[in-house]
C-alpha cells in the first residue's frame, strides 16, 4: 500500500511543479506533501517500535549461545532499513526538496530528516545493510555476553570498575585492568567488517563516509566537525594540563612510585581513563552510605520526584512496568547491557530506562541523568512535533540535560534540600571544584580527542585493522597524556572495549558537545532565574527552573539548534562558560603545581 501511495503522491508532484506558481499551487503541494509525510511518520513510529522492542530484549537478556533474540532484532532491524532507505522514499523526499519554497518550514525540516535517515539504509546499496545490521548485533552480542574473568575466576565489570575505584594494590589493579580488556580481542575482527560496511552503507547517497555521515546531522561536514572538537581540546587544554600535572604527582604518591611523565592507565579509577573525579574525597559530599540505607529503588523514585517538583508530569506506567533498572545477579542464567540508557520506544508514550541502578553517589548522578532524557523524551512527544522529528535539537542537547540534572543533584545546597546531608555542612569548596574538574574536564580530551579522532581515523581516513591499537594508544598518550601499563600489541582492540565504538558510532562527540552545552545551560539558569552562584544551585521545587527546560525540549528536532542557542542562551556554542566556572580551581592549581614538571605541551597537538 506505501508503494502505492507513493507512485500516486509521486504523478501529483510532478502536475504541481508543472503549474504556474501562486498561493493556490503553493496550498496543493503543501498539502499533497502532508499526504505523504503523515503517511511516512506512521509508517516510521510503527516500524521503530517493532525495532526498538526487538533490540530492547537483545539489550535485557543476552543468553550465551542463544541467538534467536539476534535474528529477531536483524529481522526488525531490516525491516526498517528497507521502509527509510526504500528507492520510493529517497525519490519523493529529493522531488519535494526541489519544491521547498512551496513547502513550510516543518515539512522542509522532515523531508531532510528523510533523506537523512535513507542515508544509512539505501536501498542502491543492496545486501550491504542487511550485513551491516547482522554484524552490528553480533557484535553486541559478543560484547555484552563476553564473560569476564578475574584470576581464573567469573567477575562482574562492576567489580572491575570497584577495584580501579578503590584499590591501592598496584598488582591488583593492573590484573582488574587488563581483564576488563580481554573482550577486545574477541571484537576486533568484527570492528574491521564494520567499519567497512558502515561506509559502504552511506557512500550511495553521496555522504564521504560514516563519519561525515553522522556529522551531517549537526548540519556540519566531518570536517567543520573536527575543527569544532578540537576548539573545545584547545579552550581547556590549559586547565586540563594542570590537572594532568596535579594528577600525576597525586597518583605517584599514593602508589610510593616515582612521577611519570605519563600515567599509566591502570593508575586510573575508570578503564579508559575518561573520569577521574574519585580521585578526590569530598568530606560532606559523599551520600553513598544514605543511599545504602534508601536503596536503589528510592534513588529511581526520588528523581522522578525531582522532575515533578520542577512542574513536569509523573511518569506514565509504562515506564515503571517494562524498564530494567536494577542489576543482574552474578548468578544469572542470562546478562544484560550494563551501560545506562533512556529508550523512546514508540517515539511516543513508552518509555524505559535501562541500567543497573546501585546506591552509590556516582550512580545517583546517573539516574537523574537517565531520567533526563525520559522527561525530554516525553516534552516533545505530543501532536504538535511529527514523530520523526522527536528527537533532541541535536543529539548532544539530549546528553547535555541528563548530564545538567547530574551535576545539580551534586551541589549542597540541593543536597542539604533532600536531607542527603546536614543543612549547614561544611567543605572544601576547593576540593569539590577539583572532584567536578576530574569529571568534566577530564572528559572532554577523550570525547573530543580520543575517541572522536579514532573514528575519524576509523572511518574517513579508512584506518587499517593492523593499526587499530597503535592508532589507539598514540590518541590516548597525545589527548589524555596516558600510557599503557604494558606493551598492547595488535592481538588487542582496546578502542573496542568501549561499547560505542561497537554499537554507538561515529557520534562520541555527542558527550563533547554535551559537556560544553551544560555549563552553557546551567550558568544562564544560575544567573537569569535562580540567581545563584553556579557552584552551589537548588533546581528543586522551581517551576521558573522546569518552565525554561521546557521551552528548551518541546520542540525537540524541529527547529534548528543554532537558532534554539541564539534564541535561548544568545549565543554560539563554546566551551568558555565550562573554562569560566572552574576559574577558582585553576588559579590554585597554577599555585599547587608550582615547581613541578609538567610533561603535556602548553598547547594541544593535532596531526
Known sequence: MNRITLVATGALLSFAACQSTGTNNHQL?????????????????????????????????????DTVSQQLADAADKVLAEYTGSKANIDSAQKYLQLKEQLTP?????????????GNNPATAGDIVTRRISATNKQLSALYGFKFTLDGKPVTTGRIDEILESSNNLQERRKAWTASKEVGKTLKNGLDSLQFLRNASVTPLGY???FDYNAREYGMSEDE????????????WPLYRELHTWARYTLAERYKQPVPDYIPADWLPNRWGQDWSSLVDVKGLSIDSILKVHGAEWMAHQSEDFYKSLGFDALPPVFWEKSSLYPVPADSPFTKNNHASAWHMDLDKDVRSLESITPTTDYWSTVLHEFGHIYYYMSYSRPEIPVILRGGANRGFHEAF?????????QKPFLENLNLIPKNTTTNDTLKLLKEALSYVVSLPWSSGVMTEFEYNLYAKKLPKDQYNQAWWKLVKQFQGIVPPTERGEEYCDAATKTHINDDPAQYYDYSIASVLVFQFHAYIADNILHQDPHATNYWGNKAVGDFLKKVMSPGAS?????????????????????????????????????????????????
Open 29 to 65: 503541494v503543501q498539502l499533497q506533501a502532508q499526504t505523504y509525510l503523515d503517511g511516512y511518520n506512521k509508517q516510521f513510529q510503527d516500524l521503530i517500535y517493532k525495532d526498538n522492542l526487538a533490540q530492547w530484549t537483545l539489550n535485557t537478556r543476552i543468553v550465551k549461545g
Open 106 to 118: 516543518l515539512q522542509i525540516r522532515q523531508f531532510e530528516v528523510i533523506l537523512f535517515n535513507a
Open 208 to 210: 564521504k563516509d560514516f
Open 225 to 236: 566537525m573536527i575543527k569544532l572538537t578540537r576548539q573545545f581540546v584547545t579552550e581547556i
Open 402 to 410: 541528563g548530564t545538567m540534572m547530574g551535576l545539580a543533584s551534586l
Open 559 to 607: 527547529i534548528d539548534w543554532r537558532q534554539q542557542l541564539k534564541d535561548d542562551l544568545h549565543t554560539d556554542m563554546s566551551a568558555k562558560p565550562m573554562v569560566a566556572y572552574f576559574s577558582v580551581l585553576m588559579d590554585y592549581l597554577k599555585k599547587a603545581n608550582a615547581g613541578k614538571k609538567y610533561s603535556l605541551p602548553a598547547q594541544p597537538v593535532f596531526d
